[in-house]
C-alpha cells in the first residue's frame, strides 16, 4: 500500500529534551516536505527536500532540522524544543514528474507536546 | 512574498445542496500550482483538486470544481451535491513552480458543516 507514515503518533516531552520524528515513503517520490498546523494559522512549511540531499527552508524552519541521506525518510529533528513547538506536524510526499508533480500524500500526523 | 486569503472562517450547507468556498492568492509569479485539500475530523490531509495557472480550463474532480480567476488571484471551490462527508476543513494552497520550488503555502482553512 502506497502510504506516508510517521513515529510517533503521539509525544509527550519536556523543554530540551532533542527528539526526532520520522517520516518514510514507499513510493520514491522525489519531493517531502515537513508542516505544523496550529489552530487559527493553518499549515506552515517548516521545510522541504526537492531530492536527496537537497533541502531548503520553508516558512517556519527556526528550532527545527531535517535530513534527507535517501529518498524514503526526511526525519525532522528538534534538537531543543521549547513549549511554542507544541503543534500537531505533517509529513507529505509527492512525485516530481509533470502529470503527478505536487500532488502530495501526507502522513497521517504526529501530535507533539513539549511541557 | 506569497499570500493565501481564505475569507470565510466557517461556512454550513444542506445536504445535496452546492457551496461555493474562497480564496485569494497574492504572487508575481505566473508559473504555480493552486490546490485545494480537506481535513476531515481524522485530522488526514487529502488533495482534493488541483489546478495549474498556464491551464485556462478550470480542474474538475467529481463533484468538485474550481473557478479560477487568473486575472483577478481568485481561486474558488464548488462542491455540488453535498453530502455528510464534505464536513471538514478545507485548506486553500498556493506552489510556485519557479524559483521557490516547492514552498508551499496554505490559506488558514474553512471549516464546512454540511446539515442533513
Known amino acids: 500500500e502506497a502510504q506516508v507514515t510517521q513515529n510517533p503518533r503521539y509525544l509527550i516531552t519536556v523543554t530540551g529534551k532533542k527528539l526526532t520524528v520520522t517520516c518514510s515513503q514507499n513510493m520514491n517520490h522525489e519531493y517531502m516536505s515537513w508542516y505544523r498546523q496550529d489552530p487559527g494559522l493553518g499549515l506552515r512549511q517548516i521545510y522541504y527536500s526537492m531530492n536527496v540531499e537537497v533541502t531548503d527552508k520553508g516558512d517556519v524552519p527556526e528550532g527545527y532540522k531535517v535530513s534527507r541521506k535517501e529518498k524514503r525518510n526526511f526525519p525532522l529533528i528538534l534538537e531543543s524544543p521549547s513549549p511554542n513547538q507544541t503543534s500537531l506536524y505533517f509529513c507529505?510526499?509527492?512525485?516530481?514528474?509533470?502529470?503527478?508533480?505536487?500532488?502530495?500524500?501526507f502522513g497521517p500526523g504526529t501530535r507533539l507536546t513539549v511541557l | 512574498a506569497q499570500t493565501v486569503t481564505q475569507s470565510q472562517p466557517e461556512m454550513s450547507v444542506q445536504e445535496a445542496e452546492t457551496v461555493t468556498l474562497s480564496c485569494t492568492y497574492d504572487t508575481s509569479e505566473s508559473n504555480y500550482y493552486l490546490f485545494w485539500y480537506k481535513q476531515p475530523p481524522s485530522r488526514q490531509m487529502i488533495l482534493v483538486i488541483r489546478q495549474e495557472a498556464y491551464k485556462q480550463q478550470n480542474a474538475t474532480e467529481n463533484r468538485f470544481s474550481v473557478n479560477f480567476q487568473k486575472a483577478a488571484k481568485s481561486f474558488s471551490l464548488k462542491i455540488s451535491d453535498s453530502q455528510l462527508g464534505d464536513t471538514a476543513m478545507y485548506f486553500c494552497?498556493?506552489?510556485?513552480?519557479?524559483?521557490?520550488?516547492?514552498?508551499?503555502?496554505f490559506g488558514k482553512g474553512t471549516k464546512l458543516s454540511v446539515k442533513p
Open positions: 494552497a498556493f506552489l510556485n513552480y519557479g524559483g521557490s520550488q516547492g514552498n508551499l503555502i
Open positions: 507529505a510526499s509527492s512525485p516530481r514528474t509533470l502529470a503527478g508533480a505536487f500532488k502530495q500524500f
